[in-house]
Structure formats: structure tokens, C-alpha cells
Nanobody
């Protein structure tokens, strides 16, 4: 059974850090580019970051550049999202998904397998 499972969310104070994990089962992650997405209450889902499976190229939305880092450990079949200097506006449910890619305008395409998400709350 093909499955993606996110973990690592929680409650953190502004300025704090969290590391999210996206673990795959039933398939090998290194054949796929992986994207992280988030959806805040009352807002549309948005792409956060992406890592290419071929050359490791990464992409970040402007609001997280310099604060978030995406990486992958193919041996463990896991993709990570390290989130530092968290802000209240980062509060959302974070999802990972297999993707075909992301355009230079930040539009993700070819999403196929999705996880169920992990909640990140940034609040004092």
C-alpha cells in the first residue's frame, strides 16, 4: 500500500523550530520529487517547498526562504522540512506529496500521493 505519513508537528513559540518528517511506505521515495504544502484555517492550500529527485534542486516560497530547509534521506525513505524562526503565520496543517515539479512562478503540478498532514501551531 502506497502511503505518506507526516510527523513532527506541534505547538512552538514564535522564533522556535520544528522538523517535519515525511515517511514513505509501499514505494521508494528517491524516484519522486517531494513537495511540502500547508493549509491554514480559512485559507487555500499553498506550496511551501519542493526537492527534486534527480539532482536535489530545492525550491521555497518567498515567505519561508532562509528559514525553512528541505532535505531527503533516501536510505531512510524520508524527506524532512526543517523549520526555524517560526512565525504565527506559519501556523497550518502541513502535508507532503509526490509532485512532478514546480514552475518558476511557484505553481506545483502533478501531485499524486498525499499524506494526511501534521498540525503546526506557532503561538506564545
Amino acid at each position: 500500500q502506497v502511503q505518506l505519513v507526516e510527523s513532527g508537528g506541534g505547538l512552538v513559540q514564535p522564533g522556535g523550530s520544528l522538523r517535519l518528517s515525511c515517511a514513505a511506505s509501499g514505494f521508494t521515495l528517491d524516484y519522486y520529487s517531494i513537495g511540502w504544502f500547508r493549509q491554514a484555517p480559512g485559507k487555500e492550500r499553498e506550496g511551501v517547498s519542493c526537492i527534486n529527485n534527480n539532482d536535489g534542486t530545492t525550491y521555497y516560497r518567498d515567505s519561508v526562504k532562509g528559514r525553512f530547509t528541505i532535505s531527503r534521506d533516501n536510505a531512510k525513505n524520508v524527506v524532512y522540512l526543517q523549520m526555524n524562526s517560526l512565525k504565527p503565520e506559519d501556523t497550518a496543517v502541513y502535508y507532503c506529496a509526490t509532485v512532478l515539479g514546480v514552475t518558476t512562478q511557484g505553481n506545483y503540478y502533478g501531485m499524486d500521493h498525499w499524506g494526511k498532514g501534521t498540525l503546526v501551531t506557532v503561538s506564545s
